[in-house]
């Protein structure tokens, strides 16, 4: 009772004002701030403007924009409220947001000379954040745990106790930040650079050997989520799936067998176990990894649509392009799409351009209503919904490059193919390289670049491309590294496609040109075909004659 007095007492000191939140209301009537919330929510409005006057508000005015003030200070009050005993919640976030909550309490109790109350719920939120290894709350707790229980003797013997934790969690919790510290140094060059460059790999196994003491000595979730990240680097740079994928479900199993079993942090190498077995063709193991982890999560946030894309990806890999048919559209359509990153976003839009270019290639098989829905696909308007990509020069702008391409041949759009292929030539000389991480992108446009070397003429660029296919086979594709570059199809799928648009390309001229010589019905049709004919004889000659040595 001591501590609710004192608990009472500060409150009625300083005065109980009414709660800003959204529910907040005025003669039982829904207040217009709730009113706003849930019509952004629902998207009642295309923009400010329409919203201001929904509210008889001026736009643009100072009496919209206090209310906009006001609407979002409710918003983040009310985020303290948040109801964590929902079924999206699981234990290991429920534990850090409800901790988070009650350590911003229990600071207000302390500083405001709530000293009993203070003790006893920052001793409540030291036995939570132990269980869970919150080391950063486990050290600020115990700090200012030590300093309260100073003026009262019955804490006397807590003291000694307290003082060699803090000292324990203390020096583990500086492990956590200097393993943290590490990885982002380690991961900061590779993401600012075009590639994964050879030389970054002994920095990565040198820091892997001296960060292993303290992976050792300290089993606590963050440490070991941060250690195993990095372990996990080297086996994926040299391209060792075997390993890479032992060493990904390893760590899963490691934070599955934990107490709290920290689900952000098993989901994270449930991720990676995925990739690694895609990248060993073992995509239906992966696609049900994928689906099972999806599962586990709240549908429509991040890591539930990465997993998402990662089916996907297994189902472009294994030739499913139906299942990625129905997951890219159902994807664009969800209703919390517009909430995951912009880049994430485009990634999908991507994948939709290559299954609207299968479409019209008819490799992909849709019904009469989705078929007519792809060839409402437009190049122009699909390249202005990928802003990052398209600028990015890192490689996630090449798939925008090749698909663009594949796009102008096919509508024989040959004068802009031949621009583009150009064009994709200095890109090439500029960005890549043939004899780094770079090859199969590399000789993949090479292949292309033969097209038009070769005058579309079907023998020569078959002479041509077995050359650069031979050497792709030796380049690795890692679909790991998101920022260089995605292998949505494999390269040789893509070019087998090609190859049949241009031998299309020609049976129809061929085609074409048959039913001239066998139309009886058009006088014209015939004389045009004897000038053809006369002109390409005379050419012959002229070709002959200018070639012979002269006297």
Known sequence: MDTLHEIIQLLDRYKVRQIEVLTNASEGKESRYFECYAGMRDGRWESEDDMAIHFGLEPGSKAF??????????????????????????????????????????????????????????????????????LDIVEEVLRHLITSIMPFPQYNKDFSRYMKMYEEYKEAHDAEKFIWK????????????????????EPIMQQIEALRP?????????????????????PI?????????RKARQAKSFFEDKPSRPIFHVLKFAQQESACLIMLLRFEEARALCRKSMGMLTEGISMWFKFWEMDTVAAFQSGEYTDAW?????????????????????????????LCLMARLRILSLSPREKGETEKFRLSSWLNDLPLHSTDKRGANIPILILQMLFLLTEERLEEFENRTEA?????????????????????????????????????????????????KMGKTNILDYSYELEIIP?????????????????????????LVKSKSSVTHRFTLLFVLCNFALLLIFSATSQLPSR
């Open 182 to 201: 590490s990885v982002n140094s380690l991961i900061w060059p590779l993401v600012t650079r075009k590639g994964i460059p050879s030389e970054h790999l």
């Open 326 to 354: 129905q997951s890219v559209r159902s994807a664009l359509r969800h209703p919390r799409f517009s909430t995951i990153s912009i880049m994430d976003q485009e990634s999908w839009r991507v994948f939709y351009g290559y």
């Open 65 to 134: 924009t206090r209310f906009k003030n006001e609407v979002r200070k409710r918003l983040q009050n009310s985020i303290l409220f948040i109801d964590t005993s929902l079924p999206e919640f699981n234990d290991y976030n429920r534990a850090s947001i409800t901790l988070t909550q009650q350590w911003a309490i229990a600071k207000v109790l302390m500083h405001r000379g709530a000293r009993r109350a203070f003790i006893e719920m920052a001793e409540q939120i030291l036995k939570v954040a132990i269980y869970y290894e919150f």
């Open 424 to 472: 994709l030539r200095k890109y090439r000389q500029r960005n890549l390289e043939l004899d780094s991480e770079h090859l199969r992108t590399d000789c993949f446009i090479r292949l292309l670049e033969s097209i038009t070397k070769h005058n579309y003429q079907m023998k020569r660029i078959a002479q041509e491309s077995g050359k650069w296919l031979e050497k792709m």
């Open 237 to 245: 740079f040299s391209n060792d799936w075997d390993t890479a994928l």
């Open 214 to 234: 303290l992976a050792e000595r300290y089993p606590y979730t963050l440490i070991q989520s941060h250690y195993r990240s990095i372990e996990l680097y080297g």
């Open 491 to 515: 390269y040789e799928r893509q070019w087998e496609w090609t190859v049949e648009v241009l031998k299309k390309s020609r049976t129809e001229a061929l085609s074409g040109l048959q039913n």
